[in-house]
């Protein structure tokens, strides 16, 4: 795993010190290249994470043997000794054992096309001098980011949307991109604002959803596109699409495919010239990867779980990952989480360069940094709901369409009296609250029910909270963008396949994948996400909701096709997810640091947040009238990353 960052263009940003800025994501080595893409300025560089063939033959910046191409390549690729094999029966020859050389190869032979036949997770760029060009891509599910510009100056959002074109002015198009935002910022003459529509997404997602960033003039390539830079013009487009859903087939034919293809995906995953292990919760997903490592012959198995103090036990997996870590015999390590991990806010706000609102991140950040020590790989479980079906809204999206044949007026009552007297826990325990959802949203089209599900903070509660100004400039956005843009036009799903694409699309990369890797590689880690694999993600996308939710048991195909792997504990229990005790940790240790970061001296300063909508929050928390532990949690990463980058800017002028 690396770090890459680049430009094209026009002029000579500081590349060294953007590299700088990546080394955490690759300290084993790190390489650079400046030179001329056609007339104009172009630059490559690389932070190295040696995980295949760490001899020096692996450097990046690489170029090919006859000097055409160069490429720096962030990821892995498990189907590369295939492909190798592959254009080596055609003729080319390799210099190394690297999955970077077979992509240099791969373009020469297939070129965009190559993209295609790329199994594993990966971000690149890669120059052709032959015909002045720069390609950039993404892998499928966005398991790895790309940030990039078209602007030398931040003066406002440079994305481009798919298929569109910009050359600025007759001059050639700028770009610069790197791995993260922070790179692009070294890159930048000035650091930019807030892109205030991204700011409404944030508060509606708690994430900054892709094209977007939080930055001014910076955006993020969507999974599965291309960027093409040809003599300074832009296109973006789309090279993978999620497969329409096939007709029913067996079962039986069904659920042995899938052990098949789950098989073959973990033994892919598993190749590594450094120490390797995995996360281990003890939930079905990661007892699954855990079981078929030791099946094929990764013994013992590193595995590494995550623990709660005893005022936190709803939340507390260690008894269930103890069970599967007897069964398969791995060299299991506990790792105990307190209060005080909130002490990693500042660290992970320097690791997004964006708020994010998601709190899991800091048990990632802990669970990494311990991990550290022991592995540079770890496997994870990342993806298993989305693709399998685990999470309640699917449930409830598929008894959505039983509920709306019953009388509006009976689900208006619902919604309008029924639901707001429902209670909900502030100490973890959501089934109230998702009741309270389902009811409220129950004279909703489906589609808008379930956008409901998936957000925070709603259209009037963001009208509550934000300044006067703030709504004045952002007049007339439409927070539902992100989703409506998820499926293509004429898209035919049913509800259930609707919200799994629309999760796919959405929620995983840009909520869940994205903390696993900001959150691994500030530790130098790399994790690896089987069950994100396209071919596995493929295959169950095919498949009607109707198997994959049989009887509107959650995972029910993955249940069967590996029910000889799991200990007895792990078939019984319920669904509990990877979160950290946020709404007790909210109302008692970190008390302090949520009366300071969101007080109203800060927020009237700030000018963003209204103090008083902001006070009722914490005061429904506090009260245990409502769970507002995530919408508090996301404006606390707000503040605090906005007090970075008052520090960041104070710094530059100092240093100007």
């Known amino acids: 795993m690396c770090g890459i960052v680049g430009y094209v263009g026009a002029f000579r940003p500081p590349l060294e010190r953007a590299l700088a800025a990546l080394r955490h994501r690759g300290p084993d080595d790190?390489?650079?290249?400046?030179?001329?893409?056609?007339?104009?300025?172009?630059?490559?560089?690389?932070?190295?994470?040696?995980?295949?063939?760490p001899s020096p033959s692996g450097k990046q910046p690489m170029e090919s043997a006859d000097g055409r191409l160069r490429v720096v390549f962030n990821g892995e690729i498990y189907n590369f000794a295939e492909l190798r094999a592959e254009l080596e029966r055609g003729g080319a020859s390799f210099r190394t054992?690297?999955?970077?050389?077979?992509?240099?190869?791969?373009?020469?032979?297939?070129?965009?096309?190559?993209?295609?036949?790329?199994?594993?997770?990966?971000?690149?760029?890669?120059l052709d001098h032959e015909r002045g060009r720069a390609l950039l891509a993404r892998d499928r599910l966005g398991i790895k980011p790309l940030y990039y510009s078209l602007a030398p100056r931040p003066l406002a959002s440079a994305s481009l949307g798919e298929g569109e074109r910009a050359a600025g002015g007759g001059e050639p198009a700028p770009l610069l991109f790197a791995s993260e935002a922070k790179g692009v910022l070294e890159l930048l003459p000035e650091r930019p604002g807030i892109d205030l529509r991204a700011l409404r997404d944030y508060l509606t997602y708690l994430y900054v959803p892709y094209s977007r960033s939080i930055h001014a003039g910076l955006s993020q390539l969507p999974p599965g596109h291309r960027l093409i830079w040809e003599k300074g013009r832009v296109s973006i487009d789309r090279w993978w699409r999620l497969p329409p859903v096939e007709r029913p087939r067996p079962r039986q034919e069904i659920v042995r495919e899938l052990r098949s293809l789950l098989e073959e995906t973990v033994r892919l995953h598993l190749v590594s010239d450094v120490p390797l292990g995995a996360f281990l919760s003890g939930g079905l997903d990661s007892t699954t990867l855990v079981a078929l490592m030791a099946r094929a012959g990764a013994r013992p198995v590193k595995t590494f779980c995550m623990t709660?103090?005893?005022?936190?036990?709803?939340?507390?997996?260690?008894?269930?990952?103890?069970?599967?870590?007897?069964?398969?015999?791995?060299?299991?390590?506990?790792?105990?989480?307190?209060?005080?991990?909130?002490?990693?806010?500042?660290?992970?706000?320097?690791?997004?360069?964006?708020?994010?609102?998601?709190?899991?991140?800091?048990?990632?950040?802990?669970?990494?940094?311990?991990?550290?020590?022991?592995?540079?790989?770890?496997?994870?479980?990342?993806?298993?709901?989305?693709?399998?079906?685990?999470?309640?809204?699917?449930?409830?999206?598929?008894?959505?369409?039983?509920?709306?044949?019953?009388?509006?007026?009976?689900?208006?009552?619902?919604?309008?009296?029924?639901?707001?007297?429902?209670?909900?826990?502030?100490?973890?325990?959501?089934?109230?609250?998702?009741?309270?959802?389902?009811?409220?949203?129950g004279t909703l089209p489906p589609d808008e029910a379930y956008a409901g599900w998936v957000t925070y903070f709603t259209e009037r509660e963001q009208a509550a909270l934000l300044s006067p100004e703030i709504l004045r400039a952002t007049a007339g956005h439409d927070p539902l963008w992100h989703l409506r843009a998820a499926l293509a036009p004429g898209d035919e799903r049913g509800l259930v396949d609707r919200c799994q694409a629309i999760d796919l699309a959405t929620f995983l990369p840009g909520n869940l994948l994205t903390y696993s890797d900001r959150m691994s590689m500030a530790h130098a880690l790399e994790v690896r996400v089987p069950f994100c694999d396209h071919a596995l993600v493929e295959f169950m996308a095919r498949i009607p909701a109707s198997e994959k939710l049989r009887r509107l048991q959650a995972k029910s195909l993955l249940r069967e096709a590996v029910a000889d792997l799991l200990p007895p504990g792990v078939r019984r229990r319920r669904k509990l997810g990877f979160n950290p005790p946020v709404g007790i940790w909210l109302n008692g240790p970190l008390r302090p640091m949520l009366d300071d970061l969101l007080s109203e001296e800060r927020l009237r300063r700030r000018g963003i947040f209204e103090p008083a909508a902001v006070r009722r929050l914490v005061d429904e928390q506090r009260s245990g009238r409502r769970d507002r532990s995530l919408p508090l949690w996301a404006l606390l990463h707000f503040e605090s990353w906005a007090e970075a980058q008052e520090s960041a800017r104070s710094q530059a002028a100092v240093a100007g």
Do not use: K
């Open 308 to 441: 709660f103090e005893p005022g936190a036990g709803l939340y507390d997996e260690r008894e269930h990952a103890r069970e599967v870590a007897t069964r398969y015999g791995t060299d299991h390590t506990e790792i105990p989480v307190r209060p005080d991990v909130a002490e990693l806010l500042p660290a992970s706000v320097r690791s997004f360069d964006e708020p994010f609102g998601n709190p899991t991140a800091l048990l990632v950040n802990a669970l990494s940094r311990e991990t550290r020590r022991h592995v540079t790989v770890a496997l994870a479980g990342d993806g298993g709901d989305e693709i399998f079906l685990g999470y309640p809204r699917y449930q409830g999206a598929a008894v959505a369409a039983l509920y709306g044949r019953l009388p509006r007026r009976a689900r208006a009552f619902a919604a309008e009296t029924l639901a707001p007297r429902i209670p909900e826990s502030t100490r973890g325990r959501h089934g109230l609250r998702r009741a309270r959802e389902f009811l409220s949203a």
């Open 30 to 53: 790190a390489g650079l290249w400046r030179g001329r893409l056609g007339e104009a300025e172009a630059g490559l560089a690389h932070a190295r994470l040696a995980v295949l063939d």
């Open 97 to 126: 054992r690297t999955d970077t050389e077979v992509l240099l190869e791969g373009y020469r032979r297939w070129g965009d096309d190559v993209l295609s036949r790329l199994r594993g997770m990966f971000a690149l760029a890669l």
